[in-house]
């Protein structure tokens, strides 16, 4: 009933300013008819019975009817009819974090940009960055909330989940691995030889949860985040440290959880080409990077999403492509205009039906006294 309401009516301010002073007023006039009338003496009422009942006293039931449907109708025009309904296709945001692997490995030369050998890293933050901003061949990703969480021995999280996708890229074009400053590595760094890839599925899923209990709430900025997913990019497999005490997060097990909250998890396996690398036999390389694939596969299958394999810039970029028409989710609105035809027709109505109603009171049907 309430949804009906909402479609068909929108009352306005003078609506409820109307409706504030009928409940002052219409206790006082209630008590003003409660008066005492005038009335006319008869030494016998058994005159004005054999006087019998006319036509006029049996349908004078007419008048509050009349009363009755003029009010209606002012009430009717009052509330603001709505007209149309037409259903227009509309963009609605989502909730995109992205999980990007920054461990030591990630320094390799395997892939190309602008026909040049570059790190992984640096291929990925390049089609990262086209990827929200949609500039080269992909469309970017406008509207939607975007946050950036890295991981190595730690996870943590970069960029919280943002529509200020300027501010995103200045801090994805810093992100570096531990121990390297632009490019360049400037110290050996311990924490670059972990891989904590449950530990940044949890992180990430944390995220993207405070920000679905966000938009449940109706917190403004926040309602894209009633679709989340997860875009995770590792080149290898779960390392996390050993810190005594603690039991580090299982990356399956982080995907269930993941998938209980109705967050999807993109998979990406990013190892480039063997053949541009400065040393060692593909075969040894393959031992060093460590790749776990099937992990990969399995955490996006658990939670309804799929696997990717990068293997250069160009199959980066095809999976963003990819990853983007799938969560490119497209909805429905209906609008409604108000209708001042329906309006006008039942404010003219309701008057009519008033002025019916105090003519007849004044004429055919007066009361004396």
Sequence with gaps: MTHWFNEHFAPGPLFLW??????????????????????????????????????????RFIVPVLRTLAISALVVSLLRPQSGGEYQAGGEGIAIQMVLDVSGSMREPDFVIDGRPARRLDAVKKVFEEFILGTGSLRGREGDL??????????????PLTLDHGSLRDLLRETEIPGWVNGQQVRENEEAGFTALGDAIVQATDDLRRAGEQAAEGVPGAEAARSRVMILLTDGANNPAQIPGTTPP??????????????????????????????GPALLFQQRAGFDEGALQEIARITGAKYFR????????TIYDEIDKLERTRTGERSFRDNITAARTAMLVGLGLLMAEMLLVNTRFRRIP
């Design 18 to 59: 109307v409706s504030a002073a009928a409940v002052v007023l219409l206790p006082a006039v209630w008590i003003m008819t409660r008066r005492r009338r005038p009335t006319v003496r008869f030494s016998a009422t058994s005159l004005v019975r054999a006087a019998g009942t006319s036509w006029a006293v049996r349908v």
């Design 146 to 159: 975007i946050g950036m969480t890295k991981f190595a021995k730690y996870a943590d999280t970069a960029c």
């Design 250 to 279: 299982d990356p399956i097990e982080a995907a269930r959880v993941a998938a209980t909250l109705g967050i999807k998890v993109y998979t990406i396996g990013a190892v480039g080409r063997t053949d541009l690398l400065p040393r």
């Design 310 to 317: 990068a293997t250069d810039t160009d199959s980066l970029v």
